[in-house]
């Protein structure tokens, strides 16, 4: 396994090497294209020789829907590695190939995630204008100094809301109330006023262009309670309106057997279930206790936390707080158990709050001092933990708009919102368990259990038992239930006339072992299917069950 910040090129070099190195248990190619055209891979993983990937129940693994989460790559082409370097020596590898299909998309949002990682610039996205096809004039984030970073900058002022803290003074605190007669500064991020040189006075402190320029949000743009971007900042133009979505759209629905799902991104280190468009009464009883059981599996391995989105994130009373996202639009529309897993908590590391801990109401109540002490925290643990990288000291620079500043902090990109290089594997480690995990849990058919009976000269009456051994049932959720998918069938195939039954014949969805809500009453998670056959001596017949999204079982017998 190699824990590594890969670029596109070094990323499809990568596939292709795994491509060659393990025949009959991957399987690449491309899903679509990125808006300025990269090709963006999709990657099957299981072992093609216990059945072909549609064959069998799948979890899908999307990462880098935000161009910075770069963390998210590197994890899944970790896990996608992990899977096929373990196989054969690890159980729950070669129970999870054998039995499950893996599908990896390692990248969505291709073109931000480049800049990214050879450029200075961040993106939300995508380095598309919107919402304004001309940005408009003001505040953009940029690499002033030319070091290869956007920073921090401090500009002194008798306005500045910051001062140096006394403890730690690269710390910056916020200005007591009523506070004078100090050195006060304006801190915000690196970066230059673009103005159109005719265009008369700006205020100074604008920072609203930036997320106004590559504003889109690829993770808002998904079909669910959309409401453009008045109702939802990035939600984009309209649903699905981003290609490399469409063609993640588009993979989703041409892969039915897709029982689970996780999208990778940073940070916070915690595993997020499910709604987020609103409180979990949205929820059923059953599939709460799904969600939960899961993500708290997850967390015991990972070493996150879990929690809901709305746990999490709700600051308010806010009925929806996030429209748009593709895990509620997975779980809403398809029925798909799906999580969010924020990888890389670097305030935990440093002994700050953070808010996988606490929740983002939490966070708002802490008094500026508290904010002060956990910023302090952060910078010490950089100084121990990551060093000259990752740490600037703050340095004198003469800025072409505000005259004499301080640029530095801690880097944005490699500490902040991923891992530095040398903590990106013990991230992608954990998460890794979790994916297995959580592709452990989907429906699994055992092997049909079958009795035949001779009837008479020549006519046989052949029954037939399967099971769900897998933790969810075979709708995945209760809501996939509700959205009327298909359940598993029974067949039979072979030289013989059907006397008695049909074939296929409607068995209907098998719960899994995963839902305890129900403990008291037998679960459904057995079915069985009867015919009576008129078959010649020896004849062998097939007996075949087979779900969407439980994959496919047989057992063939030989008619006495
Ligand atoms: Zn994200």
């Not at 020896?538 to 087979?546: D, G, H, R, S």
Request: aromatic content about 8%; hydrophobic content about 35%; glycine content about 10%.
């Amino acid at each position: 396994m190699r824990a590594h910040y890969w670029t596109h090129a070094e990323m499809w070099e990568e596939l292709r090497r795994l491509e060659m190195a393990y025949p009959g248990l991957i399987a690449v190619e491309v899903m679509g294209h990125s808006r300025e055209g990269r090709e963006l891979p999709a990657v099957t993983v299981t072992n093609m020789q216990t059945g072909w990937p549609h064959h069998k129940s799948a979890v899908l693994v999307d990462a880098n829907i935000h161009a910075g989460e770069v963390a998210g790559n590197a994890t899944a082409i970790y896990w996608i590695q992990w899977c096929l370097e373990t196989y054969g020596h690890e159980s729950q590898a070669t129970e999870l190939l054998d039995h499950h299909t893996v599908y990896v998309i390692p990248r969505i949002a291709a073109d931000g995630a480049e800049l990214y990682l050879t450029t200075a610039a961040r993106f939300r996205s995508s380095p598309r204008n919107y919402p304004f096809s001309e940005p408009p004039e003001g505040f953009v984030e940029s690499d002033v100094d030319g070091d290869g970073r956007i920073l921090q900058i401090r500009v002194p002022a008798e306005d500045g809301g910051f001062a140096k803290d006394d403890v730690d003074p690269r710390v910056m605190r916020p200005r007591a109330p009523g506070e004078f007669g100090g050195e006060y500064y304006h801190v915000f991020s690196e970066g230059q006023i673009e103005r159109t040189s005719q265009s008369g006075p700006l205020p100074a402190f604008s920072m609203s262009a930036r997320a106004r320029r590559h504003g889109m949000d690829f993770n808002r743009n998904f079909p669910i309670r959309w409401a453009g971007e008045k109702g939802q900042a990035g939600a984009g133009p309209y649903p699905l309106s981003e290609p490399e979505l469409r063609a993640l759209a588009d993979f989703i629905q041409g892969h039915p057997n897709i029982a689970a799902y996780a999208a990778l991104h940073t940070t916070g280190g915690v595993i997020l279930r499910q709604p987020s468009t609103g409180d979990e009464s949205v929820l059923s009883e059953t599939d709460r206790e799904l969600f939960t059981r899961v993500a708290e599996s997850g967390a015991k391995v990972s070493g996150y936390y879990s929690g809901s989105n709305h746990a999490i994130f709700a600051s308010g009373h806010e009925k929806i707080l996030m429209p748009g996202a593709a895990d509620d639009w997975m779980y809403d529309h398809l029925g798909i158990l799906g999580f969010t897993v924020e990888i890389w908590n670097p305030s935990g590391r440093a002994g700050a709050r953070s808010y996988g801990e606490l929740g983002v109401r939490k966070m708002m109540t802490l008094t500026p001092e508290e904010h002060t002490e956990d910023h302090r925290k952060l910078w010490t643990w950089a100084d121990r933990e990551v060093g000259q990288g990752g740490v600037f000291e703050w340095r004198a620079f003469s800025h072409p708009d505000f005259g004499p500043v301080e640029i530095g902090g801690l880097d944005p990109k490699f500490v902040l919102q991923n891992p530095p290089p040398h903590l990106l594997e013990e991230e992608c480690a954990r998460t890794s368990r979790f994916l297995t995990l959580l592709g452990l849990c989907t429906p699994r058919l055992t092997t049909p259990v079958v009795t035949v009976a001779c009837e008479s000269e020549g006519v046989y009456r052949i029954v037939a038992e399967v099971a769900n051994a897998g933790f969810l049932p075979t709708s995945s959720t209760q809501k996939g239930d509700e959205l009327l998918l298909e359940g598993v069938r029974a067949s039979l195939q072979g030289p013989m006339t059907i006397l008695a039954g049909t074939s296929p014949v409607a068995v209907g969805h098998l719960d899994g072992y995963g839902d305890q809500s129900v403990w008291a009453t037998p679960k459904r998670q057995r079915a069985h299917a009867e015919w009576i056959v008129r078959a010649g001596p020896a004849a062998c017949v097939v007996v075949v069950f087979e779900g969407v999204r439980a994959g496919r079982t047989s057992t063939v017998i030989t008619l006495p």
